[in-house]
């Protein structure tokens, strides 16, 4: 039914429903002319008002006819493509690595808007069945190729019982003005082990939109990194359900922001049952006239006794004008739980700093070295030394200067 006032949509959304509809998609093109984009009205999106930082979208992709240079590649890993929301061939894949396609959306359902355009114009997902134990990276390249497009994909994994694997996303594509829609469903059998990290390098004058939905099995184990380093507007939304008893979950992410940019990572981690934790914890490193939001809500069933878990977010400013917004929650239904949550905001350490410069360390190498330091506990678990590497050439480009 619509409101008694309706919404005054803008150019976004009127190209938002022309694409819903022309993708037979009528109830999502219903939803956005009804209630348009987020705005600071809706909780999850105050810190991001989408009505105002999304004023345009482009067209729908066209097939990629040209591919530009890599914006990170991992030595020794198995490399798979989506190009322009198209699965591409691949080479041959690894023992116990079963490469798929399958129609439509991955996420479940999800009171998103985000997560409801994705499901609506992706015609067919990547998928992926991890058999055992994977030993290379898997690294799935998400690309946007040509001039400024409008592009939703999917990627769905399953890893089997006692299975382990590295895997990799990478974002990026040509330099124009994409709107990229990204959707990863994970689901891990027991005992389980997997390290998922996900980096947006789009171009500056990218919009870069993510939801990554996680179902946890008995004792699986998971560790997640989502880092910011690329587009003017990014978000990413953070869904792990722990639901099997012992499951364990480090969830993280790093926002990366220069003059410019806003970038938001948004985390709900549900406990589902009895004797699960999670310990997500995320970074901000502002400069210039720049915003990083983190939102973290633990939600604990009723059923759910014995959970343990902590959120804690941590910004360092390195500029006056950049913002830093933080918003942890928790929302416990069950009486025997160990659950909580911090954030901390601030400069650089004036004495670290004046120690180092006494020291003879010139100023831009001393607080490079305390940026790294700042960042270390985000990037050391990560075993494999080809990516621990790749990650902090990311990090170093992005501190020396880059984006």
Not at 299 to 323: C, I, N, W, Y
Request: contains cysteine; charged residues 20%; glycine residues 8%.
């Amino acid at each position: 039914m619509r409101p008694a006032f309706p919404v005054r949509l803008g150019a976004a959304e009127e190209a938002l429903i022309d694409q819903l509809k022309a993708a037979g998609a009528n109830a999502a093109a219903e939803r956005v002319s009804v209630a348009g984009l987020p705005t600071r009205r809706v909780e999850s999106y105050h810190y991001t008002d989408l009505k105002t930082l999304l004023r345009t979208i482009p067209p729908l992709a066209e097939a990629a006819n040209e591919a530009s240079a890599p914006a990170l590649r991992v030595p020794g890993a198995f490399n798979l493509m989506i190009a322009n929301g198209v699965v591409q061939n691949s080479a041959t894949a690894p023992a116990g690595v079963i490469v798929g396609k399958a129609a439509g959306g991955v996420l479940t359902t999800r009171d998103d808007v985000l997560v409801h355009i994705n499901g609506a114009l992706v015609k067919e997902a990547l998928t992926l069945t991890l058999e055992g134990s994977v030993d290379p990276v898997i690294q799935v390249e998400h690309r946007i190729e040509g001039a400024a497009a409008h592009v939703a994909d999917a990627l769905k994994i399953f890893v089997a019982d006692g299975g382990s694997a590295t895997i990799l996303e990478t974002f990026s594509g040509s330099d124009a003005a994409h709107v990229g829609n990204h959707a990863t469903y994970l689901a891990l059998g027991k005992d389980a082990v997997v390290t998922h990290i996900t980096i947006d390098l789009s171009a500056r004058a990218a919009s870069h939109f993510a939801t990554n939905e996680y179902h946890l099995a008995d004792g699986a184990k998971l560790r997640t990194l989502v880092i910011h380093a690329g587009a003017d507007l990014a978000r990413t939304n953070l869904f792990p359900t722990m639901g099997g008893a012992g499951a364990h979950a480090d969830v993280t992410g790093l926002n990366l922001v220069s003059d410019g940019q806003h970038a938001d990572i948004t985390m709900e981690t549900n406990h589902a049952v009895p004797h699960t934790t999670s310990q997500p914890l995320f970074k901000s490193i502002t400069r210039g006239r720049s915003k990083s939001v983190v939102q973290g809500k633990l939600v604990v069933a009723r059923d759910a006794q014995k959970t343990d878990a902590k959120f804690m977010h941590q910004g360092l400013m390195l500029s006056d004008e950049a913002e830093i917004l933080s918003k942890p929650e928790l929302e416990i239904y069950a009486d025997d739980v160990v659950c909580g949550h911090g954030s901390t905001c601030g400069k650089l350490d004036e004495d670290s700093l004046f120690y180092l410069l006494s020291r003879g360390i010139p100023k831009a190498e001393a607080e490079t070295m305390l940026v790294r330091g700042f960042i270390a506990e985000l990037v050391d678990p990560v075993e494999d030394e080809a990516l621990a590497e790749a990650l902090q050439g990311i990090i170093d480009g992005w501190l020396l200067g880059g984006k």
